[in-house]
C-alpha cells in the first residue's frame, strides 16, 4: 500500500476528519489533504508524530509497500547532479571569458589588455584546468545516473 493510501485508511480507522488530525500534528488541513492524495509527503517531525498517532514504526510506514524512500533516494540524487551541473559549467564559463580575454582585449583594447607570453600561458593554463575540471564532474555525473 501506497503511503498516501495508508495515511488516508489509519486516520479514517481513527474515526479522525482531515482537520482533526491537522490540529493534532500542527499542521493545515490541506497539507494533510495533500499527504493523502500523494501529491507531496509528509517531513521527518510530521512522519514521526503519525507513527506515534497511529501506534507504528517508523520503519514500518516508510518501508512497508511505500515508494517514499526511493522517492527521497531519486530527489537527492538529482540534487547531487545539479550541483555537479553548476560547478561543471563554471569552468565553461569561466574558460570563455578568458578567451575572450586573450583573443579579443588585444584587439579590442590594446591600450587596457597588454599582455606578455607569461599572461597568456597562464591564461590557457587555467582553460586547460577549466576543460578538465569539466569532464572529471561530467564522469562524476555519469556515476551518480548508474547508481
Known sequence: ME???????????????QEQLALKLFVSPKTVSNWETGKTFPDIES????????HLSLDKLLIKGTNLVDDYKETEILAEITRKRRIQFGGPIL????????????????ALVKMNLTVQIVILAAML???VTTYYFDQQ????KQR
Open 3 to 17: 503511503l498516501d493510501k495508508l495515511l488516508k485508511q489509519k486516520r479514517s480507522a481513527m474515526h479522525l476528519t
Open 47 to 54: 512522519l514521526i508524530n503519525l507513527c506515534q498517532l497511529y
Open 95 to 110: 574558460s570563455s571569458t578568458l578567451l575572450c580575454l586573450l583573443f579579443m582585449g588585444n584587439i579590442i583594447w590594446p
Open 129 to 131: 584546468g577549466n576543460i
Open 141 to 144: 555525473i555519469k556515476h551518480i
